[in-house]
């Protein structure tokens, strides 16, 4: 059988609402000018790229940016690209109540349903890569079926764990108090697409000022390299695989970066039995050859297709 090799781009549309919800610029009128500059410039730069390589990829949209960019949101849909979740103004999940992160999900998830024709997003990010104890349950019940937030692989999809316990250190009691392992919690029907800090363009080539440790002038060709050794790597020792990378319309929006991508854009396209995708792409393959565990909590409504896995396989990380 020829090998199974997908890649794709998530590109996060952080904009306006990076800089209000995570980057420190909520009070800069020149860091949003930056978050203008995503929208208006680096949104359809990216959409002339992917359609130069004939590639679909899948966008996850803070509801900030769908409504403060309605016309360049629009030409992303309609360039048949998949529509994700990420926040409203890319708030931190951890720094919010339950109540907050619900209705969050709940307004940006009938935004995208109605700004995508009906069609509800299936995938989600969760801003900066923060995950709350209670988002996975959240996202359970509101029907999502993948989620793009967590690092626990590189190379495979799995199912998210919900409810790990670990203990924290405090150096005010007695040491036995603390040495203790991390309790694994019970997996889910939530595919993980993971994600991957060394995968992403921000850190190492957007310089943010409130940051202290912020780059920003990282040579786009060193990023590249980073790139190809990665796959390069997983090519060789990896039968099948996924590549997910995230890019960003603040960073990739940029001519170097632009310039980065289409070399490693057409680098990769020498490999053989690899596949341009969409991130559901990856979660649907995934599902097809691996079931849930048994009595797993699985996405309200979700309904497993006929060519979905028949008997439970276990997972790369039970």
């Known amino acids: 059988m020829p090998r199974k090799i997908l890649i794709g781009f998530g590109v996060d549309v952080d904009a306006v609402a990076g800089w209000l919800g995570s980057y420190g610029g909520e009070d800069s009128p020149l860091d949003i000018s930056r978050g203008l500059y995503a929208g208006e410039v ?9 359609e130069k390589y004939n590639i679909k990829t899948t966008w996850f949209i803070p509801g900030h940016s769908l409504e403060t960019f309605p016309e360049q949101m629009a030409a992303v849909r309609d360039a048949g690209h998949e529509i994700g979740l990420h926040g409203y103004s890319h708030e931190n ?6 109540e907050q992160q619900k209705d969050i999900l709940d307004h940006t998830y009938d935004l995208l349903t109605r700004f995508n024709n009906g069609v509800p997003p299936k995938g989600s990010v969760a801003p900066w890569w923060e995950t709350s104890k209670e988002g996975t349950q959240l996202l359970l ?4 079926e993948y989620d793009h937030s967590n690092m ?7 199912y998210l764990r919900d ?14 108090t603390w040495m203790k392992p991390l309790q694994r919690g019970k997996e889910t029907g939530l595919v993980e697409i993971p994600a991957n800090w060394y995968l992403d363009d921000l850190p190492p080539m957007m310089f943010i000022k409130a940051s202290p440790n912020s780059h920003g002038w990282v040579n786009s060709r060193d990023v590249e390299q980073l790139w190809k050794d990665m796959f390069t790597y997983l090519y060789r020792e990896e039968e099948n695989f996924i590549f997910p990378i995230t890019i960003h319309p603040d960073v990739s929006g940029r001519p ?7 070399r490693f854009i057409e680098w990769v396209n ?8 969409r991130m559901i792409d990856m979660a649907n393959e995934f599902r097809a050859r691996v079931a849930p565990p048994s009595g797993a909590a699985m996405p309200r409504g979700f309904t497993p297709s006929l060519t979905s896995a028949s008997t439970a396989v276990p997972s790369a990380l039970a």
């Open 42 to 50: 680096g949104v359809p730069r990216l959409l002339k790229l992917f």
């Open 93 to 98: 999940p951890v720094s919010m109540t339950v």
């Open 141 to 144: 019940d509101k029907g999502i």
């Open 152 to 158: 626990a692989h590189d190379s495979q999809a799995y």
């Open 163 to 176: 409810q790990d316990l670990w203990t924290k250190i405090d150096y005010q009691a007695k040491a036995h």
């Open 256 to 262: 170097h970066v632009l310039l980065m991508l289409e």
């Open 270 to 277: 020498t490999h053989e039995d690899v596949q341009w995708v």
